[in-house]
């Protein structure tokens, strides 16, 4: 049966920051915390039982707060760009603040990732759960929206990540888990080499300033085709983006709502491998292009370009301008969820 112990991580204004680890019985042990409901570390064991921490990160709260690279993170209310840093609602338009040059990015300046949330662990369970009140008005938004985040790890080695909101009038709400993955180890260098296999047909094209076109693109015969598996530096450098890399959405085969398999991600060396499934319509795949000034990580890790690699599962970027997008609003009454289940296992080195 797993475990959670709560731990201190480090203090904000002097209040100290709970935290939690999960572990279960293959040795995998998550980290997480209540500043932003975010991952610090995941430790997971190699095949021949050796562990590393897989994911990037910070030290301490301090750090998390200095960077804008949003690691680990809860992004909220809308992960993701809103062009203009607007968008109508019912006929009223919402203006958000700015924070990427005219854009709204990743929620705001002060967005869910900066706030200290409510937290609860069930050592018996293995479960953290964090729990977050946004004042309408927050950012731009309308609605007073109440948000939760649950992580709860099993023996098998699944880690779910169940997000769920409800406001009091229609928003629009969107909420991003946003580790980056360094299956080799958060301070191994890059993932270039990493296997990724994504079950999307689409994607969805971005302006110079990243946010998407409003297009929709088969991804057949260009480098954004994953659907085999291969390794993520194949084709990046056909990829000419502000980003460095991919830092695009694709359109999750199948239908949005029911959990199905998203990605697959896997260190050819190492032999760590992960299944993402969720039930949300779209993935940002984000390759760490901007890591171009070192930053330094955990103990001491310098993450530089393609240090990692986040697999964001999410509504569509700009959807509250794009009506053709799936829809991102949450009315009065109803809840919004969004679920991740991430299955963390092994692989042979030809991948299977
Ligand atoms: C975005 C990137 C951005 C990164 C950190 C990702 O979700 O797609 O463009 O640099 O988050 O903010």
Redesign the pocket.
């Known amino acids: 049966m797993a475990q959670t112990e709560s731990f201190e991580f480090g203090t904000v204004g002097g209040v100290p920051v709970p935290g939690f680890v999960l572990r279960n019985a293959l040795g995998v042990a998550v980290s997480v915390t209540a500043l932003g409901a975010r991952i610090v570390r995941l430790g997971m064991p190699d095949a021949l039982g050796r562990a590393a921490d897989v994911v990037l990160g910070f030290d301490s709260p301090q750090d998390y707060l200095a960077s804008?690279?949003?690691m680990g993170a809860t992004c909220g209310r809308y992960?993701?760009r809103i062009r203009g840093s607007a968008f109508a609602l019912d006929g009223e338009v919402h203006r958000l603040s700015r924070n990427e040059g005219a854009h709204h990015?990743?929620g705001g300046r002060d967005g869910f990732d900066r706030k200290i949330w409510d937290a609860a662990g069930d050592a018996a369970a293995g479960e953290a759960v964090f729990t977050l009140d946004s004042p309408d008005g927050e950012e731009g938004y309308p609605g007073a929206v109440s948000a939760s985040v649950a992580y709860r790890l099993d023996d098998l080695g699944t880690l779910a990540i169940d997000m769920r909101a409800r406001s009091d009038r229609a928003t629009v709400v969107n909420l991003?888990h946003?580790t980056y993955w360094n299956l080799a180890g958060h301070d191994s260098g890059s993932i270039l080499g990493h296997r990724l296999q994504l079950d999307a047909d689409f994607v969805t094209p971005v302006d110079e300033s990243?946010v998407p076109t409003g297009e929709v693109l088969r991804v057949d015969g260009t480098p954004f085709d994953f659907r085999e598996g291969k390794p993520i530096g194949r084709d990046l450098a056909l990829v000419a983006t502000a980003?460095g890399g991919y830092?695009h959405n694709f359109c999750v085969r199948g239908e949005a709502g029911r959990l199905r398999r998203v990605a697959a991600l896997a260190d050819p060396a190492s032999g760590r491998a992960l299944e993402l499934h969720s039930d949300a319509s779209g993935v940002?795949v984000?390759t760490g292009g901007?890591f171009k000034v070192a930053a330094k990580g955990k103990g001491g890790a310098r993450y530089r370009q393609y240090a990692g690699v986040?697999l964001?599962t999410q509504a569509f970027p700009d959807a509250p301008n794009l009506s053709h997008f799936p829809g991102v609003r949450l009315d009065a009454g109803c809840e919004y969820r969004h679920r991740m289940r991430i299955r963390l296992h092994h692989v042979t080195e030809d991948g299977r």
């Open positions: 804008d690279a949003y992960g993701g990015a990743h991003v946003h990243l980003a830092d940002q984000y901007h986040a964001e």
